[in-house]
């Protein structure tokens, strides 16, 4: 069997570990077995972001490309390959910035910000975090300014550094309170 074929029995002997699991009535069990099953799942999507990404070169498609490497981010980051996931990152923003898109700029650099948050290299979260916040500025996007201000204080308070939060320009800091109204919602 290949490796797809294999993965694809996987899913269907864990989904029937699953069913039986359940008849038992064994909760901690089930909870286990959900979580056998979602990260097969996600192996599957990895593999086939793989294969869509030697397509998207093949036909020289970037903004496909950009798409595959940030899914494989995204993959690394849930299977807990932080370096890996970082790798993935820079090549998506390498691309976006080929393709001149700020948004999608924006979008790698929160990426790779959460991902050095979670290498806990702050300082190195911070750069990209501000690099973030720069450009959704310009593009006037609150809704990034705001989560460009809280991934900053999450990785400030995490150096131990409160002072810089408080000294936020009253215009970051009005949409961090909007942001944080409505998840409250």
């Given at each position: 069997?290949g ?14 570990k699953?069913a039986?699991i ?5 909760r901690?069990?089930?909870?286990r077995?959900c ?10 999507r ?9 397509i ?7 903004a496909?490309?950009r798409?595959?490497y ?7 980051i849930?299977?807990g390959e932080?370096?890996?996931?970082a790798e ?5 923003l390498q691309i976006?910035?080929q ?8 979008q ?5 910000g959460?991902?050095?948050t ?9 750069e990209?975090?501000m ?5 959704a500025q ?6 990034g ?9 999450n ?7 409160t002072?810089r ?11 961090l309170?909007?942001?944080?109204m409505?998840?409250?919602?």
């Amino acid at each position: 069997m290949g490796r797809i074929t294999t993965t694809h029995f996987g899913c269907g002997l864990l989904a029937g570990k699953l069913a039986y699991i359940q008849e038992l009535g064994d909760r901690a069990a089930q909870g286990r077995a959900c979580g056998d099953l979602g990260n097969t799942h996600y192996l599957l999507r990895k593999s086939s972001t793989i294969r869509r990404l030697a397509i998207a070169r093949e036909f020289g498609d970037k903004a496909a490309e950009r798409r595959a490497y940030s899914n494989l981010g995204n993959a690394h980051i849930f299977l807990g390959e932080f370096e890996v996931a970082a790798e993935h990152y820079r090549k998506t923003l390498q691309i976006a910035k080929q393709l001149g898109d700020k948004a999608l700029e924006a979008q790698a650099y929160y990426s790779l910000g959460n991902t050095y948050t979670l290498l806990k290299d702050y300082e190195r979260a911070i750069e990209f975090h501000m690099k973030h916040l720069k450009i959704a500025q310009e593009l006037e996007d609150r809704v990034g300014e705001g989560r460009a201000c809280w991934s900053l204080g999450n990785a400030h308070t995490a150096l131990g550094v409160t002072k810089r939060l408080c000294s936020m320009p009253a215009n970051i800091s009005r949409s961090l309170k909007r942001l944080e109204m409505r998840q409250v919602r």
